[in-house]
């Protein structure tokens, strides 16, 4: 059997209009960060606008003429580039501040920025992902949208469940699938379908719910998606995990408009013919609490670095108001501010174990680039700010990796904004903008950054 015979047998009448769907270009989306504000008062400061996402309150459906990966703001962390339907399983999971939370299948990063934003700078985000190169793309996205306190891990999940048993109070496995549900934005992948893929994907997917549980804390929530259309990866899966494990129970989720009940009323399915969005499924379980004093996680408290004066005397001097971190660890000479919860992290992969902070050499720090976008929108009063618009050709220089001219009053290190949000940091020497953007995020070629 075919892809096409496959979902003509899922779909039944409906699959005409499925077929059209597939037809129409990919659904292109993005998600305002919490993290820097009102998501309302976030759009109005771009010259478009898009069609709400019912199921996520910040999140937009774009107009397809819009290259929203090119504008200034970007850069700054203000937004999120999501496809609308994979912003369901996060809000799904119900984030509470405070809360210990692992996203255990986690690049590119757009869950995890959505985790991040639910915790509000309170609790614990581990975002592991297991494939090395993955894992540094999502520790990049979530320093740009700003998050502190984020722990990127490059583990499997079983190594991860003999660390953390009963650790977390939510955890989202947005599982690796056979990405049927994708089709329409890699048409190729269409044709490379093979009937016996499911199979496979779904003893992977088994695994790694596997050591989902034995992490998640009773009383806890997990939400598992995919964004494939297969029973075999969705549903079965699902009841083989409550068949096998008698403390877990399935959480009723809402049907928001174009939201399909699963089958066997098992989760709930996003198909790209009913809505505006790719296909996804999500399903969200329960473990059943159980009576008992809660053990306190243990913390992180050998192995943190004094921060030196070089560090101190930098923060006194470009982030006046921002207080020196207390729980700084130092990889060589590059330092990172410890999430306030963070837990021992000997013999785990670690991508990033924070906040970077920046290079300690002493006699002079050098800040790192995550530094100057981990809080915003900033004003010249917290510390040395360039500010500019975004139609402004400093903002072009300066995302291009080029030096410009600033006025030869100013020296020392200053942030550089767009419309008041960071996007870097800059030397000024004698006149000129010492460019500090790491090389790896220099935009070349055509760039179409303001907006007229």
């Known amino acids: 059997m075919g892809f096409d015979d496959a979902m003509r047998a899922l779909l039944g009448e409906a699959y005409p209009a499925y077929e059209e769907a597939m037809r129409a270009p990919a659904v292109k989306g993005l998600r305002f960060n919490p993290l820097r504000g009102d998501p309302v008062k976030l759009e109005a400061l771009l010259p478009w606008q898009g069609q709400p996402v019912p199921w996520c309150p910040e999140g937009r459906?774009?107009?397809?003429?819009?290259?929203?990966?090119?504008?200034?703001?970007?850069?700054a962390g203000v937004?999120?580039?999501?496809?609308?339907?994979?912003?369901?399983?996060?809000?799904?999971?119900?984030v509470q501040p405070g809360q210990r939370v692992l996203d255990l299948c986690a690049a590119p990063g757009g869950k995890s920025g959505q985790l991040a934003a639910a915790l509000q700078g309170e609790g614990l985000l581990i975002a592991n992902e297991p494939v090395m190169s993955r894992a540094r793309v999502l520790a990049e996205n979530l320093q740009r949208l700003g998050v502190e306190n984020a722990?990127?891990?490059?583990?499997?999940?079983?190594?991860?469940?003999?660390?953390?048993?009963?650790?977390?109070?939510?955890?989202l496995v947005d599982a690796p699938c056979?990405?049927?549900?994708m089709f329409r934005r890699n048409p190729d992948a269409r044709q490379e379908w093979q009937e016996g893929s499911n199979a496979g994907c779904a003893l992977r997917q088994s695994?790694?719910?596997?050591?989902?549980?034995?992490?998640?804390k009773p009383g806890g929530k997990l939400v598992y998606s995919t964004c494939t259309f297969s029973k075999i990866e969705n549903e079965q899966v699902c009841q083989a995990y409550l068949d096998a494990h008698a403390d877990l129970s399935l959480e009723e989720l809402p049907l928001f408009p174009g939201w399909e009940m699963g089958f066997g009323d098992v989760g709930a399915r996003l198909y790209p013919h009913r809505l505006q969005g790719e296909g996804q499924f999500l399903a969200a379980f329960i473990k059943a609490d159980k009576d008992g004093e809660e053990r306190e996680p243990e913390k992180i408290k050998a192995g943190l670095h004094k921060p030196s004066r070089a560090m101190a005397d930098f923060f006194s001097a470009a982030l006046p108001m921002r207080p020196l971190p207390e729980r700084v660890i130092c990889w060589?000479?590059?330092?990172f501010a410890l999430p306030q919860d963070a837990p021992p992290l000997d013999g785990l992969k670690i991508v990033l174990p924070g906040l970077q902070l920046g290079e300690d050499r002493e006699r002079y720090f050098i800040p790192a680039h995550a530094l100057a976008l981990a809080t915003a929108p900033f004003t010249s009063a917290q510390g040395p700010l360039l500010n500019y618009a975004a139609e402004d050709a400093e903002i072009l220089h300066y995302l291009r990796g080029e030096t410009f001219s600033i006025s030869k009053e100013l020296e020392g290190w200053h942030r550089i904004a767009v419309q008041g949000f960071p996007i870097g940091w800059v030397k000024a020497v004698q006149g000129r903008a010492q460019n500090h953007l790491p090389k790896g995020l220099r935009l070349t070629g055509e760039i179409a950054w303001r907006y007229a």
């Open 61 to 75: 459906v774009l107009p397809e003429s819009i290259r929203a990966g090119r504008y200034a703001l970007h850069a």
């Open 332 to 335: 060589g000479r590059q330092c």
């Open 207 to 216: 695994e790694i719910l596997e050591a989902a549980y034995q992490m998640l």
């Open 79 to 94: 937004y999120y580039l999501q496809e609308p339907s994979a912003m369901a399983p996060a809000v799904q999971l119900k």
């Open 178 to 181: 056979s990405g049927e549900g």
């Open 151 to 171: 722990i990127v891990t490059a583990e499997k999940p079983q190594m991860l469940a003999r660390r953390f048993p009963g650790y977390f109070d939510r955890i």
